[in-house]
C-alpha cells in the first residue's frame, strides 16, 4: 500500500523567512514524488516533480529515500505563496494513480 | 487552449437523489482520473479510463457509484440514492498517456 503523510495542517510564517512543508511517504518501490499547490479559488496545479531535479519559484524538493521524504523548502517565503499545498505519490511502471496527503495550508504573513 | 471543464460547478441533492457530474478533458488526453476530496482530506484516486476503457474502478467507494466514458472523451460520474458521506469535491483529472495529470475545478456537490 502506498501512503504519503503531512504532519502539519498548517504553516505560519513571515515574509522573506525560511520555509519547509514537510512530506514522509510509504512505498515499497521506487515512487515518483511531486508536489501540487492550490492557490485560493484556482484549480490544483502541479508544482514540480522529483524526477525533474528543477526548481519552481524558487521552492526545491529532494527525494531522500533513506527518510523516505520529499519536503518542499523555499529560503525566502513571498506572500504570494500562501496556498495549500499537497505532497502526491505515483507508484513505479504501470502504476497511474497519485496517492495524496492530506495537505499543509501555507500562509505567509507580511 | 482550454483546460479540464466540469459541470456543474456546485451541486445540491437530496439524500436519495441521483446525480450526474460532467468532465471534458483536455482535447487529446487519452487518460482521465476521477478523485474525490472530503472537507479537510487530500484528493482520493476514484478510477481511471484509457481512451473508452475503465481500466481501474478500484477507488469507487460503492455499487452507487458509477462511471463512464463512452467515445472516449467527455466522462459522467453518476451516484445513485446519494447519502450524506458522499457530500465532498469531485475532481477530474486529464493527461497524455503517464504523463502530468491536469485537474480540473472541480464540482462541489452537498447532499442534504
Known amino acids: 500500500a502506498q501512503r504519503v503523510t503531512q504532519p502539519e495542517k498548517l504553516l505560519s510564517v513571515f515574509k522573506g523567512a525560511p520555509v519547509e512543508l514537510k512530506c514522509n511517504y510509504s512505498y515499497s518501490g521506487s515512487p515518483e514524488l511531486f508536489w501540487y499547490v492550490q492557490y485560493s479559488r484556482q484549480r490544483l496545479q502541479l508544482l514540480l516533480r522529483h524526477i525533474s531535479r528543477e526548481s519552481i519559484k524558487g521552492f526545491t524538493a529532494d527525494l531522500n529515500k533513506g527518510e523516505t521524504s520529499f519536503h518542499l523548502k523555499k529560503p525566502f517565503a513571498q506572500e504570494e505563496d500562501s496556498a495549500m499545498y499537497y505532497c502526491?505519490?505515483?507508484?513505479?511502471?504501470?502504476?497511474?494513480?497519485?496517492?495524496f496527503g492530506k495537505g499543509t495550508l501555507l500562509t505567509v504573513n507580511p | 487552449g482550454a483546460g479540464v471543464s466540469q459541470s456543474p460547478r456546485y451541486k445540491v441533492a437530496k439524500r436519495g437523489q441521483d446525480v450526474a457530474l460532467r468532465c471534458d478533458p483536455i482535447s487529446g488526453h487519452v487518460s482521465l482520473f476521477w478523485y474525490q476530496q472530503a472537507l479537510g482530506q487530500g484528493p482520493e484516486f476514484l478510477t481511471y479510463f484509457q481512451n473508452e476503457a475503465q481500466l481501474d474502478k478500484s477507488g469507487l467507494p460503492s455499487d452507487r457509484f458509477f462511471a463512464e466514458r463512452p467515445e472516449g472523451s467527455v466522462s459522467t460520474l453518476k451516484i445513485q440514492r446519494t447519502q450524506q458521506e458522499d457530500s465532498a469535491v469531485y475532481l477530474c483529472?486529464?493527461?497524455?498517456?503517464?504523463?502530468?495529470?491536469?485537474f480540473g475545478p472541480g464540482t462541489r456537490l452537498t447532499v442534504l
Open positions: 502526491a505519490l505515483k507508484g513505479g511502471g504501470s502504476n497511474y494513480k497519485l496517492t
Open positions: 483529472a486529464s493527461s497524455l498517456q503517464e504523463r502530468e495529470q491536469f
